[in-house]
């Protein structure tokens, strides 16, 4: 299925109100994905939010978004539930590539304003790992993450990227591009100054 243009504006709002449902309901949460990275100044996503939730909330969060109104979704992968605010689909995500989330995905988050809301937002480390690890041999689209890479190398701890996506031979690849390209200097932590 084709990915649908959604404009950054409507991501915002749809991302302001979906994670007010998570705050009202008392279930702890971080923005991942594009607008992750967006947040921090990374190119803009236009898809759709992804937000980041502990397994044991999954079913309390369907719950919460249904309760104020919003179309669930579960489907039958097992690692997502999608609830829609209006017609912008957001992305609760419990198990993405690399295992589950867990309290420490939140200590590791930052509390950021975005459009106006603070939000605890997914480290950039967690961000570019699961990316890196949900490439496959059907899907090994190394743009995005590229483009993560070249707009926020300077505020990616690369050494802790690479050591969680060790196993990965997408991620090894990707460590062989931007290494090839100047953006992270050769099994080091520092950005280079490309």
């Given amino acids: ?13 749809a991302m302001k109100r979906a994670g007010a449902v998570l705050r009202d309901a008392g279930i702890p949460f971080a923005l991942a994905g594009g607008l992750a990275c967006w947040a921090r100044g990374g190119p803009a996503t236009d898809h759709d939010v992804d937000f980041l939730i502990k397994p044991d909330d999954a079913d309390r969060a369907a719950d919460a978004f249904e309760s104020a109104g919003l179309r669930v979704e579960r489907p039958p992968e097992g690692w997502l539930i999608k609830t829609y605010v209006d017609d912008t689909l957001v992305d609760l995500v419990y198990e993405p590539a690399g295992g589950a989330v867990t309290d420490e995905w939140f200590e590791r988050a930052e509390q950021l ?3 106006a809301m603070r939000i ?6 967690d961000v570019l790992t699961t990316k890196l690890l949900a490439l496959t041999e059907q899907e090994p689209d190394y743009g995005p993450v590229l483009e993560i890479a070249r707009t926020l190398r300077e505020q990616v701890d690369w050494e802790v990227v690479r050591e969680r996506t060790a196993g990965s031979p997408f991620a090894k690849a990707f460590f062989t591009l931007v290494e090839e390209l100047g953006i992270v200097p050769s099994g080091t932590g520092e950005p280079s100054a490309v």
Wanted: hydrophobic share 45%; charged share 30%; no cysteine.
């Fill in 113 to 115: 304003e975005v459009k």
């Fill in 1 to 13: 299925m084709p990915v649908r243009y959604v404009p950054i504006e409507r991501l915002a709002e």
């Fill in 120 to 125: 605890p937002v997914a480290s950039l480390e």
